[in-house]
């Protein structure tokens, strides 16, 4: 199986600066038949379902969630929130598709500082 | 608007068994992989099963492999978790999910409320 980690576990930042949050996985999650990183970030509010916000690593879901982008590709992955509101304290997790089972990393803590 | 509405959840003993079902709404299920995704209070996210868009292909989370049993139904736009053999530690808010493809292996774009499952004596 593929072991998916987070860093950091939690973090607070001031609004409307960066906040940047790591995804790291056991083995490559790179399709070469594509070239594509089977990689999603959720953002997950209390109470709340999680919502999709980045999948293939870097494709943004929506374009009204543009302070949000992903990067990174094979095993490490990166999560930008460039300029952090309110409305974005939650928990944030990354999860592979490219591999049955589709784990999820344990998850970051956003908060404002 | 989508909708993904599960029911069936409750309070089981240990050792019964459950069965969830998802009824979907305001797009084609037909066309489209589905997942179950559960969380623990207070937990992180445990994705549990997927299924395929016509139910060719399904994989299961080793923790409930061989006692759960995903299905659907593409003439009723529903899914379900056949879920038996329930232990304490499946104790947990189970969400239903729609896939962003028709295959298995994708994200999930779209996560209904979730409905509680109570394992307990």
């Known amino acids: 199986d593929i072991v998916m980690t987070q860093s950091p576990d939690s973090l607070a930042v001031s609004l409307g600066e960066r906040a940047t949050i790591n995804c790291k996985s056991s083995q490559s999650v790179l399709h070469s038949s594509n070239n594509k990183n089977y990689l999603a970030w959720y953002q997950q509010k209390p109470g709340q379902p999680p919502k999709l916000l980045i999948y293939w690593a870097s494709t943004r879901q929506s374009e009204d969630l543009d302070r949000f982008s992903g990067s990174g590709s094979g095993t490490d992955f990166t999560l930008t929130i460039s300029s952090l509101q309110a409305e974005d304290v939650a928990v944030y997790y990354c999860q592979q598709y490219f591999s049955s089972p589709f784990t999820f990393g344990p998850g970051t803590k956003v908060d404002i500082k | 608007q989508l909708q993904l509405v599960a029911s069936g959840g409750g309070v089981v003993q240990p050792g019964r068994s459950l069965r969830l079902s998802c009824a979907a709404s305001g797009f084609n299920f037909t066309i489209y992989g589905m997942h179950w995704v559960r969380q623990a209070p207070g937990k992180g996210l445990e994705w549990v099963a997927v299924m395929s868009y016509d139910g060719s292909n399904k994989y299961y989370a080793d923790s409930v492999k061989g006692r759960f049993t995903i299905s659907r139904d593409n003439s009723k736009n529903t899914l379900y978790l056949q879920m038996s053999s329930l232990r304490a530690e499946d104790t947990a808010l189970y969400y239903c999910?729609?896939?962003?493809?028709?295959?298995?292996?994708?994200?999930?774009?779209?996560w209904g409320q979730g409905i509680l499952v109570t394992v307990s004596s």
């Open positions: 999910a729609k896939g962003g493809c028709g295959g298995t292996m994708c994200y999930v774009n779209y």
